[in-house]
C-alpha cells in the first residue's frame, strides 16, 4: 500500500507527539485547596518514566506555628506530627480534602504541643493501623489526651529504633534518629525519617537538634535528599552545617508560623540554605507545599 508524503509527515507528527507524553506527571486528583494553584515548579531526572507504584504525593500543611506531613502512595497514606491544638480544625479539613480516611502510618515525632496538638483527633476519627513515638512523655493535656485516644482504639506504641526500615507502598521508610536515650532537650528526641521512592528522596526530621544531627553524621546514615523538611521550624540549634552538606537538598520546606514569637525562620538558616543552592518553600509564605514524585521526577506546588 503506497502512503502520501502527506500521511507521512501526519504519522511523525503523531510519533513525536505520543513520544513527548511520556514523562508527563498526571495532575493531582484530590485537594480542594490545589485548584487555584500557580504553575509548578518541576525536576527532571533522565529517562523519566511513571514508577510502578503509582504517585507519591507529600502535603506539607500550613499549621501555623507548628508541624505536620501528609504523604499519599496508591492507597497508602502515612501522617508525621499533627500541628498545633489550634489548628485542628484546619488540619483535619485538610486530610479530608487530600482524599484520606485512614493512615498506615502515624508518627509523632516528639510530645511537644507543636506537633501533636491535633493528634488525639486525627486517632479519633480517622482509621490509624500504626503508630510510632519516642520513648518520652511529658504530662500536658495534649498529650495525655492523645495516650486516652490511643487507649480508646485499642492501639498500641512502637518506639523507633534506628536503622530499620518500613515501607509506604513502593516507598521504603528508614528511621534514622533518636539515637539515645536521653537528651536534654526535648526537641532531640524527634524521630527523623528518611524516604526513598524511586530515585527520589526526603528526609523528615521534626525538631531534631544539632546534637541528634551530630549523632546522625557519626553513625555514617545516608542523609542525602532531594527535599528536606527543615528542622525546628528554621531555628538556628538545627540545620548544622555539616549536616546541611551531608542532605544536599535541592528543596527545602520550612513549616512556621507567620509572625512567630520565636524569630523562625532564623536568617542564619536561610543564609546556610541559600548557600548550599536549595530552593526554600515556606507554609507561612507559600501556604501548603505540595510534592509529587512519580519516582523519577519531583514537581512542587504551593497554595499561595
Do not use: W
Amino acid at each position: 500500500m503506497r502512503i502520501s508524503r502527506l500521511g507521512l509527515l501526519m504519522l511523525a507528527i503523531a510519533t513525536i507527539a505520543a513520544l513527548a507524553g511520556c514523562n508527563a506527571i498526571p495532575s493531582s486528583p484530590g485537594a480542594t485547596f490545589q485548584r487555584t494553584l500557580p504553575p509548578a515548579t518541576t525536576t527532571q531526572h533522565p529517562a523519566a518514566s511513571t514508577a510502578t507504584g503509582g504517585l507519591l504525593r507529600v502535603y506539607f500543611l500550613d499549621v501555623g506555628q507548628g508541624d505536620s506531613e501528609v504523604l499519599t502512595l496508591g492507597d497508602k497514606a502515612m501522617l508525621i506530627d499533627a500541628g498545633t491544638t489550634a489548628s485542628t480544625a484546619t488540619l483535619l479539613s485538610d486530610i479530608r480534602s487530600i482524599g484520606v480516611t485512614k493512615f498506615d502510618v502515624v508518627i509523632g515525632t516528639h510530645p511537644h504541643e507543636d506537633h501533636i496538638g491535633g493528634m488525639a483527633a486525627v486517632i479519633n476519627q480517622f482509621g490509624v493501623s500504626y503508630i510510632y513515638m519516642p520513648k518520652v512523655s511529658t504530662t500536658t493535656k495534649t498529650f495525655t489526651d492523645m495516650l486516652t485516644a490511643i487507649k480508646n482504639k485499642g492501639l498500641s506504641v512502637s518506639s523507633p529504633t534506628p536503622g530499620n526500615t518500613f515501607t509506604l507502598g513502593a516507598a521504603q521508610c528508614t528511621i534514622l534518629a533518636p539515637n539515645s536515650p536521653t537528651y536534654t532537650d526535648l526537641n532531640s528526641y524527634s524521630i527523623v525519617i528518611r524516604l526513598v521512592y524511586g530515585s527520589t528522596s526526603f528526609l523528615f526530621t521534626g525538631d531534631a537538634q544539632t546534637d541528634s544531627e551530630q549523632e546522625m553524621l557519626s553513625k555514617g546514615y545516608n542523609l542525602k535528599a532531594d527535599v528536606l523538611k527543615v528542622g525546628h521550624h528554621g531555628s538556628s540549634t538545627s540545620t548544622s552545617p555539616a549536616f546541611l552538606q551531608a542532605v544536599s537538598p535541592k528543596y527545602a520546606v520550612i513549616e512556621v508560623g507567620a509572625g512567630n514569637v520565636y524569630g523562625h525562620p532564623a536568617q542564619t538558616t536561610l543564609t546556610k540554605l541559600a548557600n548550599i543552592g536549595a530552593t526554600v518553600y515556606r507554609t507561612d509564605l507559600n501556604g501548603i507545599v505540595t510534592v509529587t514524585s512519580d519516582g523519577y521526577n519531583l514537581k512542587i506546588a504551593t497554595q499561595k
